[in-house]
């Protein structure tokens, strides 16, 4: 995996992006980043097995699968590297994101994303089922749909995103993370 590269999987409706990525998870290249996204999550997944409020094309529902050799150090620290990722992310469109560990990153004490990880060792490798979940372009009647308080990046920034460029970006800036997390000395 020494050059990380994304494939993605785009789907309109979907139980949730992480049940997906674990049904198929054969399917996909081992040697790539699979990035499955969802239009509309029909039962996402928080932590605990909390739900996950996931009104129709608004917000980023992705899950990021890929394997990662079984002498992998620190892979319970997967959840805090994606959170990290978003946060540079946010703090590069001038917000001031703070993570609430271990999965949720905030703006001003409330929930922007959360973050499910999923780690099963195999015999040859570690594959990991990471997803992420994004209050886009949220508006503020559907957040108060969230057990606690939450934003949306429209929100914060009074701007409608695009979800497929804040996708992009994104996943550049968790690949230039894990490509330090596997490979740092």
């Known amino acids: 995996m020494k ?3 994304i494939e993605d999987i785009f789907l309109d409706t979907i139980d949730s992006t992480n049940s997906y990525a674990k049904a198929h998870a054969q399917e996909f290249n081992p040697d790539k980043v699979t990035c499955i996204t969802a239009e509309y999550q029909t039962q996402g997944k928080g932590q605990f097995g ?4 996931s009104p129709r094309g608004v917000n980023l529902y992705s899950t990021f ?3 990662l050799p079984l002498n992998t150090k620190n892979i319970t620290s997967l959840a805090n590297l994606m959170a990290s990722s978003l946060a540079t992310l946010l703090k590069n469109k001038g917000l001031h994101p703070t993570i609430k560990w271990p999965n949720d990153v905030q703006i001003d004490k409330k929930k922007i994303a959360g973050v499910l990880v999923e780690v099963i060792l195999q015999p040859e490798f570690i594959e990991v089922i990471l997803g992420i979940g994004v209050n886009i372009n949220m508006e503020k009647e559907d957040l108060s749909l ?3 308080p939450a934003t949306s990046l429209k ?6 995103s695009d979800k497929k460029q804040f996708l992009k970006e994104l996943q550049h800036q968790f690949l230039l993370d894990l490509k330090n997390f596997i490979y740092r000395e």
């Not at 909390?50 to 409020?53: Q, S």
């Open 50 to 53: 909390k739900k996950w409020i």
């Open 65 to 67: 699968y890929f394997h």
């Open 146 to 148: 969230i057990d606690q």
């Open 155 to 160: 929100e914060e920034t009074k701007i409608h």
């Open 3 to 5: 050059n990380l590269e």
